[in-house]
Structures are given as structure tokens and as C-alpha cells.
């Protein structure tokens, strides 16, 4: 993983922390309607997140079965 990566993943978290919040908020005050429409941008910044990470891990993956730790090449099936 990358310091790219890192960080544009620690800035989605901080996102969707921020709409959850919001979204506690809104119900916790009892505005439901803005509620509902607060949890809908809050998953859908859940989802950005866990595809992004996803994405990362996919890649060093990838990089991981692309340099054997023994030195060996990679084998495949």
C-alpha cells in the first residue's frame, strides 16, 4: 500500500465518519425524513470506501504473487 493510498483511504473514513455523524444527528433530533436521506449519502460513502479498499488490496495482491518471497517466480495454475 501506498502513501496514496493511506491517505485517500483515511479521507473516506473521515467522509463517511462525518455523514454518520450527521446522520445520528438528524435522528437523534427526530428529523426523519432528513435522516433517511443522510444514511443513504452515509452508505454510499461506506461502499466508496470498501471498494477503494478492496481496490488496495487487490493490488498488493497482485504485487504480492508477482514477488515470491523466496526468490522463486511466481507459479501459476
Known amino acids: ?7 485517500m483511504l483515511d479521507a473516506k473514513q ?10 445520528q444527528t438528524l435522528h437523534q433530533e427526530g428529523r426523519w425524513e432528513e435522516a433517511l436521506q443522510q ?6 460513502c461506506a461502499t466508496d470506501l ?3 479498499s478492496l481496490r488496495v488490496l487487490d493490488e498488493a495482491l497482485e504485487a504480492q504473487t ?10 501459476t495454475t
Open 39 to 44: 444514511i443513504h449519502i452515509t452508505l454510499n
Open 50 to 52: 470498501l471498494n477503494e
Open 14 to 23: 473521515a467522509i463517511m465518519d462525518e455523514h454518520h455523524r450527521r446522520f
Open 66 to 75: 508477482h514477488t515470491p518471497a523466496d526468490g522463486s517466480p511466481p507459479t
Open 1 to 7: 500500500m501506498t502513501a496514496v493510498d493511506s491517505l
